[in-house]
């Protein structure tokens, strides 16, 4: 799996309450049969994703949905998941999220 950070904003100048908080967005590519764990949560990390190439199995609340080009899933302070690459070629997403930088 690899992380690639696309664009960042700091967001303690642009909206008031949010110092020490980033908006970032990042490529994730996942290979085939490749995991991007383990098990984690959204708790004050809210975000969402956009599946660009391949498909990408989301297993939350005990179900695997997939999702494929042009589909993707909110990440909410209720999300803990893991994510896995069941297919035959790469898949990549683009995934925005706000997060604590301190």
Known sequence: MT???????????????????????????????????????HVDRPGTVFILQGTITD???GIATDYGPGLGWPEDHA?????????TVAAVEISVDIV???
């Open 3 to 41: 992380v690639e950070l696309l664009q960042a904003m700091d967001l303690g100048p642009e909206i008031e309450g949010m110092a020490g908080r980033q908006l970032r967005m990042r490529k994730v590519t996942i290979a085939p049969g490749g995991v991007f764990g383990p098990v984690h949560s």
């Open 59 to 61: 297993h939350r609340n």
């Open 79 to 87: 999300t803990v998941h893991w994510l896995e690459n069941r297919g």
């Open 100 to 102: 604590r930088t301190e």
